[in-house]
Every structure is written in C-alpha cells, then in structure tokens.
C-alpha cells in the first residue's frame, strides 16, 4: 500500500474535497459548479456565455482601435517627416538664398504658416527680427563683460557677508537686485528641461545674455519674463545672435511698452484686444465682464514671454514662427485661438476658476487644433493698427496733459 501511495499523483486539497479550482475569470463561466453547489441553471449559465462572448467583442474592438491609433500615429510621423525633409529643402534653396525677394511670396507665407523646421528656425528668426539698433559682436561683448563682473562681483560680496557677523552685515552688502533677479529667474526657467538651471549648460550663458542687455539698456534693465524670451532665442541660435534678436525684439512697441512698464501704452493695448475680442468672441465677452475678468489679468503673462511659457514648447515655438511673419497681430490672434478653443469650457467659470485657467493653460494643449482656431480669427495689420490708434487716442484724452508731455510715445 505505501509502494502504491508513493507512485500516485498528489491531489491537491481543492480537488480532494471535490472543488475545482478557479484559474482565471473565464473558468468562473465555462467551469461547471462544484459536485456539491446546485448545478448551474441553463438560462444562467446562457447569459454568462453571453457577457463573455461581450467581453471578448469589446477587447476586440479596443485592440482594433489602439492598432487602428498606432498606425495612424506612425503614418502622421512619416508624413511630418517628409514634409519637414521638404520643407528644409525648400527654405535651404530657394526661400532663404532669396530671402528679400521671396519673404513675402504666397508660396513662402504658405509654407511659413505650416512651421519652421527646427535647423533653419534660428536664421529664419534672425532675418525677421532685424538688427535696427545696429548691435555689433564688440558692443555685445562690452556688455557681457559688464555683466560678468556685476556677477562675479555679487558672489563675492555675499562670500564676504557670509563670514562676517550679523553686525556688519548691513554696513558691508549691497545687494545688487537686477542681479539677484536674473540670477533667480535664470534657475526657473523651463525647469523640465533642466539646461538653464545651475550647472546646466545653458545658465550662464542665458545670464550673460540677460546681464548684458540690463546693462546695454540700464533704464529698463531686468524684467521678470525677460528669461524665457532669451532661451528660447538660445535654443535656436548662438549667442551672439541671440543677444541681438532679444534687443531688437524688446525695442519692437508692443514689446517696448510692456518691458518698460508703460502703463497709459499697455493699457491702450488691452482696450484693443477687448475690440477684437468683442468681434469675435462676442458672448464670451459678454461672459469675461459679467465676471470682471480683463484681459491684463491672463494677456499679460502670455505678451510678456510670447506664450513659451504658457504653451508647450513646440506649439510656442511656432506661434514665434508667425510672430516673426506677421508681427504684434498674431499674439492677439493667438490670444483668441485659445480663448475659442476653450469657449465652451470658459463660459461654464466662474472669475476665480477663469483666472486660475487662463493663467496655468492644459499642458496637453494640441498643436493642430490651436491653430485652426487661430486660422479661424483673422486680424489685418490695417486693422490691427487702426483699433490700437484708436484705443490710445481714448488713453491720451484720460492722460493728464503734464505727464503727456513727458511721455515718449503718447506725446507724437
């Protein structure tokens, strides 16, 4: 008897006491009930064979549909990749070889609207840009160096500060606060990237290009968004060239009057996106004065970086491309993409939550649907000019006339 148990298949405990096991969710429908349960009912046991073949129809249909969503994907990326190919070859050979001929062609405003590849990005920016203030290597390293040792000088003095006692701290520091500021707001700028930050290779020269402007132009010096405008110049070009679109961009009026704080100027320019918001967006607009929402409350932040802070930095990388093609227009025309884009969810806000969103935008924002939204507002350089003459005529008459004459645009 011991020499058969030995020779015999262990059972296991389950089965011994006549319970099938269960090995999968499937089991629980095809495997009959145990000898010691009642046997299934036929109109149950049909039902379940029903929800199975159900469950197997709608995983069916899931693994169909993320194949079907895959292959899409990768069809979407060899098409961008062709066109990028193409497009790259296109501006290589005939657009920027031709540029003062070609810049305003259909063709090349066609092209322009679709994005920049990423290699010719930096020189297409450098051609729009300009360089009006006729800033030269020498000038931009006299500066730079300006900056360096307005750098290296702080650090010292705090050294200093750290080893001396708290008495003679007040004596013996003062601190320098545009540096500080740069210094700061250089650290912060696109933390995901993680180039910008200390020790990264980008941080110092995006100081050194910030330093040099605040001191190139000490009457506007540092201005907190003035980073994120400066980085993504770097990411695109060289030093030397970035120095010189950021200055030339900065001296561009929308960008003058909100660096230099201007305050009659800035308001003039939100007067004239409620215009353009009033003929596009009209219940929307209704909505935001219900709500006391004005637009310096979110327009500001977007104006100040040029959305590279807002958006994510691809899609703000090609609203910079049709910046750099049609000018201030285009920012208000991006303004209203966005605000179209999520009309339906903003109307359902409240101030409070309209300001937290408007301010902090979906980081998933889609690229294709942000532009037809924009492609669906349009706004002429005529016109564009037109309401802001308009709107500055309204500020000039609430300016008192002392301070009219001390102003440097208002008083033309």
Same mark, same amino acid.
């Given at each position: 008897t011991s020499e058969k148990s030995a020779t015999l298949p262990r059972v296991s405990s389950t089965r011994s006491r006549g319970v099938a096991p269960v090995l999968s969710t499937t089991g629980l429908i095809f495997e009959n009930r145990p000898r010691n349960l009642p046997a299934k009912d036929p109109k149950e046991e049909k039902r379940h064979r029903q929800l199975y073949q159900q469950m197997i129809e709608v995983a069916k249909k899931k693994e169909l549909r993320d194949l079907q969503e895959q292959q899409k994907k990768q069809e979407d990326q060899s098409h961008h990749e062709n066109f990028v190919v193409n497009a790259l070859a296109t501006w290589n050979k005939e657009i920027l070889p031709n540029w003062d001929? #070609?810049? %305003?062609?259909?063709?090349? +405003?066609?092209?322009?609207?679709?994005?920049?590849?990423?290699?010719?990005?930096?020189?297409?920016?450098?051609?729009?840009?300009? @360089?009006?203030?006729? /800033?030269?290597?020498? $000038?931009?390293?006299i500066f730079r160096c300006h900056a360096e040792q307005k750098l290296l000088n702080n650090e010292n003095?705090?050294?200093?500060?750290? =080893?001396?006692?708290?008495?003679?701290?007040?004596? %013996?520091?003062?601190?320098?606060?545009?540096?500080d500021l740069i210094t700061m707001d250089v650290s912060r700028t696109f933390p995901s990237l993680g180039?910008?930050?200390?020790?990264?290779?980008?941080? %110092?020269? +995006?100081?050194?290009v910030l330093g040099a402007y605040s001191c190139y132009r000490p009457d506007i010096g540092y201005v907190q968004g003035m980073a994120f405008l400066a980085a993504v110049l770097l990411l695109n070009m060289e030093e030397i060239d970035a120095f010189i679109c950021f200055a030339?961009? /900065? @001296?561009?009026? #929308?960008? #003058?009057?909100?660096? =230099?704080?201007?305050?009659?100027?800035?308001?003039?320019?939100? +007067?004239?996106f409620e215009v353009h918001l009033q003929d596009h967006l009209p219940k929307l607009q209704s909505h935001f004065t219900e709500q006391g929402l004005t637009p310096d409350l979110y327009l &500001?932040?977007?104006?100040?970086? $040029?959305?590279?802070? =807002? +958006?994510?930095?691809?899609?703000?990388?090609?609203?910079?491309? $049709?910046?750099?093609?049609?000018?201030?227009?285009? $920012?208000?025309? &991006?303004?209203?993409?966005?605000?179209?884009?999520?009309?339906?969810?903003?109307?359902? #806000?409240e101030f409070i939550t309209l300001a937290q969103f408007l301010t902090k935008l979906p980081e998933n924002i889609s690229e294709e649907n942000l532009f037809?939204? /924009?492609? @669906? /507002?349009?706004?002429?350089r005529e016109k564009f000019n037109q309401v802001l003459t308009e709107q500055t005529q309204k500020v000039l008459q609430l300016y008192p006339a002392d301070k009219l004459k001390q102003h440097p645009t208002l008083r033309k």
């Open positions: 001929n #070609m810049r %305003n062609a259909k063709k090349v +405003l066609e092209l322009w609207w679709l994005g920049l590849p990423p290699s010719v990005r930096g020189r297409v920016w450098k051609l729009a840009f300009g @360089n009006d203030l006729h /800033i030269t290597q020498e $000038l931009f390293e003095s705090k050294s200093r500060l750290r =080893s001396e006692d708290l008495a003679a701290k007040s004596q %013996n520091f003062v601190t320098d606060s545009v540096v180039i910008f930050q200390k020790g990264g290779p980008f941080h %110092n020269v +995006l100081y050194k030339n961009l /900065i @001296n561009r009026p #929308m960008q #003058m009057a909100f660096f =230099s704080v201007d305050q009659p100027m800035m308001r003039a320019y939100f +007067l004239a &500001t932040d977007w104006i100040f970086t $040029l959305y590279s802070k =807002s +958006l994510p930095l691809d899609v703000a990388s090609r609203v910079w491309d $049709l910046f750099c093609r049609d000018g201030d227009e285009f $920012l208000f025309r &991006t303004a209203l993409g966005i605000l179209q884009m999520f009309s339906s969810e903003l109307m359902k #806000m037809q939204s /924009i492609a @669906n /507002i349009t706004i002429t």
